[in-house]
């Protein structure tokens, strides 16, 4: 019989010493807090679902204890992205005012490289202003986007992929506690769908999970990857000129199958290196432009509708 809720925050660590790997970034944030009037603002950067914003919550934990929820402020910067924010969240929870006996507050900043540069610099006032009775914790995938004045401000850590023996070994005690029966083929696959991101990989264990056992054939049903293949054909379709066709077969993988634009992209990516093509490297920058266009936040199906007509144009 399966949990209830989400085993992502069910089995999400509650102390540094439990996060996987980051064993070298772990052993200096433990060094770090155990004198907390001495700890810097912090950085995390890296890829999802390594840990950063997991690792914040745990420093949160062990310095404020029972006092975390209270004098913790956790925001998500690619949501509210401008200088309000900064001025009217950031700001007003950073004052002083009703302070008990904890060193200091802590604001972390979830996906902080997506801020704007005006709200970056309101930023930097805050925190030079509050350093007494505030720390900040920056989390972000690029840290290159953060300005200057904040990044020297900081502590910064780098976080890395995880490895797939820990990444294996994680879903194995996770299984073991649910009582799902897995196997070492269904969790590669669970490995190399998530590619080192733990929180999909937990997420893609668990929808698995309601199918059934932890079988690569499961894995795979359940991540629509058995769909992948289709990404072939509509790559083939409008390189051919057939756009009507190729936007249908693409509604129907994202839409009927519910695959992600973004896994659609990569397997596009992937599918461009199984053809012979006389311009390849052509194909490769037409996909690459409409992805940076779906992540700054034009509609994903507009964009992938128009990546697929100019890739009708190539073969012109």
């Known amino acids: 019989m399966l949990s209830t809720g989400m085993w992502v925050e069910k089995y999400r660590p509650s102390k540094l010493s439990e996060i996987v790997n980051q064993k070298e970034i772990i052993g200096s944030l433990e060094a770090l807090i155990k004198d907390p009037t001495d700890m810097p603002h912090l950085m995390f950067s890296g890829s999802a679902g390594v840990g950063k914003t997991t690792t914040a919550l745990c420093i949160s934990r062990q ?119 897995s196997d070492k083929k269904g969790l590669k696959a669970i490995y190399d769908y998530s590619e080192g991101d733990l929180r999909h990989a937990i997420n893609l264990m668990q929808a698995t999970a309601s199918i059934g056992e932890i079988s690569e054939e499961n894995v795979k049903s359940s991540a629509g990857l058995t769909k992948t293949s289709d990404v072939d054909i509509v790559l083939k379709m409008a390189l051919s000129g057939k756009i009507v066709d190729a936007r249908e077969k693409m509604i129907e993988l994202t839409k009927v199958y519910g695959m992600s634009e973004s896994d659609f ?52």
Do not use: W
């Open 63 to 181: 310095i404020l204890g029972e006092y975390a929820k209270d004098y913790t402020l956790e925001l998500n910067a690619s949501d509210e992205r401008g200088i309000g924010m900064v001025r009217e969240k950031v700001k007003k929870f950073s004052r002083f005012a009703g302070m008990v006996d904890v060193p200091f507050k802590i604001i972390i900043l979830d996906e902080a490289d997506e801020m704007t540069s005006d709200a970056q610099t309101a930023l930097r006032r805050i925190i030079e202003d509050t350093a007494k009775y505030c720390r900040f914790i920056l989390i972000a995938n690029n840290i290159s986007k953060i300005i200057d004045p904040i990044q020297s401000r900081c502590a910064t850590f780098k976080f890395t992929s995880i490895p797939e023996e820990d990444v294996i070994n994680h879903l194995e005690n996770i299984a073991k506690k649910e009582k799902v029966k």
């Open 265 to 316: 992209l990569k397997y596009l990516n992937s599918a461009v290196f199984k053809i012979k093509h006389d311009n390849i490297s052509d194909i490769l920058e037409v996909i690459a432009k409409y992805d940076y266009r779906i992540l700054v936040g034009a509609n994903p199906e507009i964009q992938l509708t128009a990546m697929l007509a100019e890739l009708g144009k190539l073969e012109k």
